[in-house]
């Protein structure tokens, strides 16, 4: 799976996708709403996981996430 990064502009919130290894989008997020989405990608209890990631990754950088 992958992570990227989407910095957002004006109004426009940041925000996070999730890919597979066909790189398929499996969520589209809010960085300050994660909630719903892993929840319903199965990925609630790596939540923290994953945002502390998030938290360190620069904008627009693909990063592979070992879950």
Do not use: C, H, N
């Not at 999730?18 to 892993?38: I, Q």
């Amino acid at each position: 799976m992958y992570i990227v990064k989407v910095k957002g502009i004006a109004k426009i919130p940041d925000y996070v996708q999730l890919r597979d290894d066909k790189f398929t989008l499996l969520a589209y997020f809010r960085v300050d709403r994660p909630d719903k989405s892993l929840e319903k990608l199965g990925l609630g209890d790596k939540q923290e996981y994953i945002m502390e990631m998030v938290k360190d990754l620069p904008y627009g950088q693909i990063a592979k996430l070992e879950i």
